[in-house]
């Protein structure tokens, strides 16, 4: 049914990242075609910040955010051929909604936690990403 599968990866939240995954890899075996990438979304750096931080500091996080993806799906039951990963900068839901229109996916697959006060009042990037997407969501909760 779904044949390219998107999974934004919070890597400060591997539990939930993990029930996400786990959904995915089982989408995945009902699809033998389908595929799955690995988003990673790093906030960009404040102006004010910037006079602070090495002038590699952009790279060196893209870097480490790449490895720690790489390693996440090295240790995924499919093969290694059926997944991708992405580190993109900025706020999280529209480098998601980004994402999901780049690689043509039709399905996102996202973490969250419960919803509570301050999500209703604020909002949350799962909530945002459900009503914005042009694709299928499903939100993973515990």
């Known amino acids: 049914m779904y044949s390219k599968i998107l999974v934004p990866v919070d890597l400060a939240e591997t539990e939930m990242t993990a029930l996400a995954l786990e959904i995915a890899v089982h989408a995945m075996k009902q699809n033998s075609l389908a595929t799955l990438r690995l988003l990673n979304v790093q ?16 790279s060196e996080l893209r870097e480490s955010a ?16 059926r997944v991708s990963t992405i580190v993109r900068f900025g706020a999280v839901y529209p480098e998601v ?28 990037n799962a909530n945002t990403i459900v009503r914005h997407a042009k694709c299928s969501v499903l939100v993973a909760r515990k």
């Open 97 to 124: 909604l980004a994402e999901a229109e780049d690689c043509k996916a039709n399905l996102i697959i996202v973490g969250s936690h419960r919803p509570t006060m301050a999500t209703y009042l604020l909002g949350s």
């Open 66 to 81: 790449e490895k720690e993806l790489a390693d996440i799906a090295g240790k995924l039951e499919v093969s290694r051929e």
């Open 43 to 58: 906030p960009l750096v404040p102006m004010a910040l910037m006079y602070y931080i090495p002038p590699n500091f952009d």
